[in-house]
């Protein structure tokens, strides 16, 4: 299998296979914009007889996870010319990626499934599901009176900056969003309004990017700091009641909207979203915050992982009682009776928040003793997953 790094040169045909996988044609100005991100981008493809045949990227980003930020590597634009199918090809590709991020110390990476039994047969695992709501007009909150106002119209990116971090480090696995992805992927062409909450003091609580059409209040993002800034953004886009008949949006999977209404009787949709993978137990592990203890915390690890071998083996994982991590590969023995076995798509999926060890192991996810695991549940922060973005 030939896999080479595109380069410059390679742009046009990358953009045919991507146009014919994926469905769609980009105007001569998106194509544009697209060779000038190219060049930032990590692109593996398949080649065979001088012709690429498949392809994935690799983008560069970092993610929140309990208010730390990680290296991530988003695999994207996975895609392969039809009559190169069923060859192993992407396999192969997705086995590259992740010696290429172990090497980068991109220790997690994340992706958007075609299929979710697909990639899970390569380390990747589900890690967030989000909330999605159809909210008719006669059902919006009842508007309420606040200290603040808004204030409609272009901020300013900064504000729209530090907004989005003091809420995006609230969760696990969003994004840290630097000036270009906010100008080439959030604030673009579809998004047409914004609109902030200004707190008594000035000071920016909130905000919306939305669109008005067709009778719709589309949200795109609805962001709050406090519960002032919520009442005041929802009080907005209700007094658009004459003009809309509808509000969508989506929301993080322990959204309370409908609770909060008089009618809670709206179309709730719980959508499962992007997958995770953790590429470097050692690199990952030694990076996470876990939970302070009233006494250092020793866990034996065997952990399975058939497409990144550097993470197979026996780990010792000792948390200080700061909640501050060391783990090293052990050749020693180990008993059976206390090592907990878990494959990476276990680990990822707790250690992201998404899942707790003690539902893990009920559900047969994971295998050791109950005292293991219970040492586990309490190393563990709980927090939950969420992802504002799409790659």
Known sequence: MDIRKLTAEDFESSIALSQYAFQYVLSEERKERQRYRFASQDIWGVYEEGELGAKLHIIPFQTYIHGRAFEMGGIAGVATW???RRKGWVAGLLKH????MNRNKQSISFLHPFSFAFYRKYGWETYIEYKKYKVPVAHLPAKKATPGNIRRGDPGLDILKEVYSSYAERYNGTLVRDDSWWENSVLTD???QK???LDEAGQAQ?????????RKFAIDEIIYLNEEARQALWTFIANHDSMIEEVTLQAPASDTLAFQLDNPRIQQEIVPYFMARIVSVEQFI?????????SPVQINLQVQDAYAPWNEGVWQLNVAMNGTASIWKTS???LEEQTLKVNIQALTAMLMGYRRPAEMAQMGRIHGPAEVITALEHTI???????LDFF
Not at 206 to 214: H, I
Not at 381 to 387: D, G, K, Q, S, V
């Open 286 to 294: 030694s990076q996470y915050p876990f939970a302070s203890q009233d």
């Open 82 to 84: 039809p009559e190169y």
């Open 381 to 387: 922060p709980e927090r939950e997953t969420y992802l």
């Open 206 to 214: 909130g905000y919306l990017l939305y669109e008005v059409k067709e």
């Open 195 to 197: 609109a902030v909450y």
């Open 332 to 334: 020693e023995t180990v």
């Open 190 to 192: 579809g998004t047409s």
């Open 97 to 100: 990626a992740l010696e290429e």
